[in-house]
């Protein structure tokens, strides 16, 4: 299956009301462990002081990264940045 690092930039608008705020903040959390636990998303690292991540998603093909990806709670603040990876020749693994 093809691998993909995704790099995801939230941005909350201000003014959320918090409630709404936190409640899809949850959702998202609930989302991707799920994803996690499936095998599809791989690794997720949190991009330092920033309220982003890179993550590795191991999918079937792109029509269900896409599907994962618009599902995001949080996608409809996010800015994606899609990278389709392919394995390096000095890999030794």
């Not at 691998?3 to 995801?8: E, G, N």
């Given at each position: 299956?093809p691998l993909y690092a995704v790099r ?33 998303w791989k690794h997720i690292w949190r ?26 709670p949080l996608f409809k603040w996010m ?15």
């Amino acid at each position: 299956m093809p691998l993909y690092a995704v790099r995801m930039d939230v941005a909350i608008p201000d003014g959320v009301d918090p409630s709404v705020r936190d409640e899809t903040i949850a959702r998202e959390r609930a989302y991707s462990q799920e994803l996690q636990r499936t095998g599809e998303w791989k690794h997720i690292w949190r991009c330092a002081g920033q309220y982003s991540n890179i993550s590795i998603l191991d999918v079937a093909d792109n029509e269900r990264l896409h599907e994962i990806l618009w599902g995001l709670p949080l996608f409809k603040w996010m800015t994606v940045d899609v990278t389709p990876l392919a394995k390096h020749p000095s890999d030794i693994h």
